[in-house]
RNA sequence: CUGGCUGUGGCGCAGUUUGGUAGCGCGCUAGAAUGGGGUUCUAGAGGUCGCAGGUUCAAUUCCUGUCAGCCAGACCA
């Protein structure tokens, strides 16, 4: 029996012995995604999508709930519109997917595929803004977007991905500064509560902000090998994209005034972030607030003494109070089930088989602590929600604690070298505000000003790379 | 984009050095038993070796190109 265990255990690489490979080895063990035949284009597969829908879900009542409405607009952008926000065509050409041809015919002016929407977005608010009784715009699409990349990676680099893009005008820079705020904190706690990812949360660098943002705002989440994840974005655009575009609108006092216009994303490269938090050498272990399958009864010797009948009547039971799966597969052993949902990082597993029914119980089963204990029948249903809970909390304290073991407060470079070399994780250290350290750094340990935190502690006076004054706390980290 | 590696039934691999049109394990199908941590036995089905050229009497094997994937780096919200 010992020698099967390890048959499974080595289907996985162990993330300790190489990161990437063990990320490669979840994402296709647990069906996740496939790989289409164009480079960097992933297939979702339903397992993996069925969590994009949660995170939807969820993300789109916070969204309705902050006063924002769906809209969609088009795929194909024309290049005269990409063009009109030097900054940004800056920022996306190099990564822009051209459509030339109509059937046969060539285009008079070619068409990119949407690497993001504000030029379409701004050419449409162009025309419908009027008046400042009309402001603010709130809305927001889901949709997909095309950047094309070099190298790639199932869902933390993809040609195109899945994404949501709000996209907003307001009369005044502090109602588009508070509308970013607002979103990234919307961000920030489906992140925590949802996905039970920590972040941080902060500013970005001039460097690292988006083509065309007068700011951005970042929350930074930090994966199991030391390297952080951006893992959703806010930017307060100013009036850079509503003065290229001609966004004006007659004000109280009679004037034509250009809007102040607010954009922020998550994709899913949120499921990368999840995988990459909370999973182990076992596969993928799933906040249930996103997991496609909650729990899964796994019944025992299912045609002995009426064990099949009871476990479909706990599912009929339970299948409208939680995401419930009933693996009646009668090709599997009960311990290759065992080994798969845990492969697939399935909160909870009911086990009820001959010997819970002659003492009116199941054994239940939590993927985030592989513990088991025994549950009376009549109290499933209760205990299950009450694990569910208690993985979801949980599972943010152990991501807590991941991170906080990884996050180092640094004064000098010798020490900032070492740790990103050696040990690497979030490296909290003053910032002068230069450019040109950011940079230095960059070139010689990989290392990138992740943001200047919100939450701000005084490390010391200077930088430790220029020793110049300093009077900013940044977050350094290896990025994906 | 640069460097390294890889591509052979659904998956993981061997075979290629010394060319002669494929083999193993898992999975899959059927039957039976088994069933509380990847169950066992029996009988089957399934590939022409990523793709395109070239060399050759003959190419999975040699050569060229190309596509895709993995790892590292560069780039990049």
């Given amino acids: 029996m010992a020698k099967k265990q390890k048959q499974f255990v080595e289907e996985i690489t162990p993330m300790e012995t190489d990161f990437a490979q063990w990320y490669t080895d979840v994402i296709k063990k647990t069906d996740m995604v496939d790989y289409s035949p164009v480079k960097g284009f992933m297939v979702i597969k339903h397992y993996g999508y069925a969590i994009w829908e949660n995170i939807q879900a969820y993300m789109d009542k916070r969204f309705k709930e902050t006063g924002h409405k769906n809209c969609y607009f088009p795929l194909l952008i024309p290049e005269s519109l990409l063009q009109k926000e030097a900054e940004h065509v800056e920022g996306f050409a190099p990564e822009v997917a051209w459509v030339t041809h109509g059937g046969d015919e060539e285009l008079a002016e070619r068409l990119c595929i949407r690497p993001t929407s504000e030029t379409i977005i701004c050419a449409m608010y162009s025309k419908w803004l009027n008046s400042y009784r009309d402001l603010p715009f709130m809305y927001n699409q889901w949709c997909n977007v095309v950047r094309w990349e070099k190298s790639t990676r199932p869902f933390l680099r993809t040609s195109e991905f899945l994404w949501q893009e709000g996209h907003t005008l307001h009369e005044t820079y502090d109602e588009a500064q508070s509308e970013t705020l607002q979103m990234l904190n919307v961000y920030k706690e489906t992140a925590e509560n949802l996905l039970a990812i920590p972040v941080i949360i902060g500013q970005k660098t001039d460097r690292e902000k988006f083509a065309g943002a007068y700011a951005t705002y970042t929350m930074e989440a930090l994966m199991h090998d030391g390297k952080a994840l951006q893992a959703g974005t806010s930017h307060n655009l100013g009036q850079h994209f509503t003065k290229a575009f001609d966004i004006e609108y007659l004000d109280r006092d009679g004037t034509l005034k250009n809007p102040y216009h607010t954009s922020w994303g998550v994709s899913t490269r949120l499921i990368g972030g999840i995988i990459m938090v909370h999973g182990d050498n076992r596969?993928?272990?799933?906040?249930?607030?996103?997991?496609?399958?909650?729990?899964?009864?796994?019944?025992?010797?299912?045609?002995?003494?009426?064990?099949?009948?009871?476990?479909?009547?706990?599912?009929?039971?339970?299948?409208?109070?939680?995401?419930?799966?009933?693996?009646?597969?009668?090709?599997?052993?009960?311990?290759?089930?065992?080994?798969?949902?845990?492969?697939?990082?399935?909160?909870?597993?009911?086990?009820?088989?001959?010997?819970?029914?002659?003492?009116?119980?199941?054994?239940?089963?939590?993927?985030?602590?592989?513990?088991?204990?025994?549950?009376?029948?009549?109290?499933?249903?209760?205990?299950?929600?009450?694990?569910?809970?208690?993985?979801?909390?949980?599972?943010?304290?152990k991501a807590r604690e991941m991170r906080d073991q990884k996050t180092y407060t640094v004064q000098d470079e010798a020490e900032f070298k070492r740790i990103m070399k050696e040990s690497p994780g979030f490296i909290k250290a003053m910032w002068c505000g230069d450019e040109a350290c950011e940079e230095k750094i960059k070139t010689e340990t990989g290392a990138t000003i992740r943001c200047i935190p919100f939450e701000q502690e005084k490390l010391g006076d200077t930088c430790p790379f220029c020793n110049k004054p300093a009077d900013k706390m940044v977050y350094y980290a290896k990025a994906y």
């Fill in 283 to 397: 596969g993928l272990s799933l906040p249930p607030g996103i997991a496609p399958i909650q729990a899964v009864i796994v019944p025992i010797a299912a045609h002995k003494g009426g064990v099949n009948e009871a476990a479909q009547e706990l599912y009929a039971e339970m299948k409208s109070l939680y995401r419930m799966e009933l693996d009646d597969r009668d090709q599997y052993s009960p311990g290759w089930k065992f080994n798969e949902w845990e492969m697939k990082g399935v909160p909870v597993r009911i086990e009820i088989g001959p010997r819970d029914l002659e003492q009116n119980q199941v054994v239940l089963f939590r993927r985030d602590t592989l513990e088991k204990e025994v549950c009376p029948l009549d109290q499933v249903k209760e205990r299950v929600g009450l694990l569910l809970e208690e993985t979801q909390k949980n599972l943010l304290v």
